[in-house]
């Protein structure tokens, strides 16, 4: 499409830009759903691409935040909304649309942009990589229990959809960002969260000994009708955050206290949490899946690199590709304190869209090495970037947009 004219849209084209969305997902684009999805449609971070005067195309980023290893917190973009006509597919709006959200982005200071993908197999020639994973998983209420030692404590209270829509966005300011990849929540974010759960939706609220509110879970209960079925019913939990440990415990010990219930089945929980130790019988938590979750895309390297911690290591000089971006493009001398360009000879080699798998620490260089997604200049540098790139936890979002 060599005459597409991509541009953000006006406030008064944002209807129709979700409309085109939802018809790409097919999905239906119900007008009553439009009120609670409007505050993430951010004036000036809506895109269209134009065919011949007629929206082709289109694309939306939020202001967000992510921490970072090390603890820092970037502005970052939240990718969504991304969108193509099914008659003007396969001609070139989807990368001229994200050519310019990027070229946007790095405007607005913010050298992270992130999305949640549909299909695995389209970001990454936009430079997106893999940044975390999560998991399902799957317990026979009758036959889990938690262990005595388990840090449980204080007291589970479950409450009404006005009071969720107060509390839950406060304990999760409460809780912060304090683990590797966890982003911020807008406002706009829960209107549209708390606005699409459907009527049987829980919510409940964990508080410390001190009475403070320190969690919450989402939970919906799916009932098979025994006349007809197995008569089984399935809680399924949709969100589910802690401040500590004993807080996400004192949840998972709630949750398999609910009578009436015969299964437990989570989504989109920490490929490492612990709920296999908390229980007597650990094999009751069954894992159904492990999956991608966030993906990250370096939109300024040299400002994001500089924003993480790195383990002691002797420096690496690593050069990164970025044809999308070339102007990322170069080597970076790596070390603790310390990340710059450099005129040196590389001694390891990386795409973009690997190096945003790299950086939140949920692989290892040597394991990317090994699956040849970096070439080796010099063999020494593998094990001192893999200490360089370590990090302390695996990372994870656990918020969907």
Known sequence: MDDLDVRPLADSEHRRARSLFMRSLHRPDADDQWESVAGRYEPGRVLGAFDEGELAGTTISLASSIAVPGGAVLPSAAVTGVGVRADRTRRGALRS??????????????????????????????????????????????????????PTGGRVRMVDAESAAKLLPEIYRRIGLCRTGMISRSDGWWTSWLAALRDNTVAAVHSDDDGVDDGFVLYEAKVNDHRFDDGVITLQVLDLHGAEPAAVAGLWGFLLGLDLSNRIVAINRPVDELLEWWLTDRRQC??????????????????????R?????????????????????????IAPGEVRLCGDRPQLSIGVDALASLYLGDVAVSDLVAAGRVAVHDPSAVAAADRLFATAETPWCGTSF
């Open 97 to 150: 649309l994200m050519r310019r959200q990027l070229a946007d982005v790095r405007e607005r200071g913010e050298p992270l942009a992130m999305l949640h993908a549909s299909e695995a197999v389209i970001y990454e020639r936009f430079g997106y990589g893999v940044a975390t994973r999560s998991r399902t998983v799957s317990l026979d209420r009758f036959r889990s229990v938690l262990r005595p030692e388990a």
């Open 309 to 333: 911690t790195y383990g002691q290591a002797d420096p690496v000089v690593l050069e990164v590709r970025d044809a999308f971006l070339p102007e990322n493009s170069g080597q970076y001398r």
């Open 286 to 307: 069954r894992v159904t899946s492990v999956g991608d979750d966030l993906w990250l895309r370096l939109v300024d390297v040299p400002a994001a690199l500089s924003a």
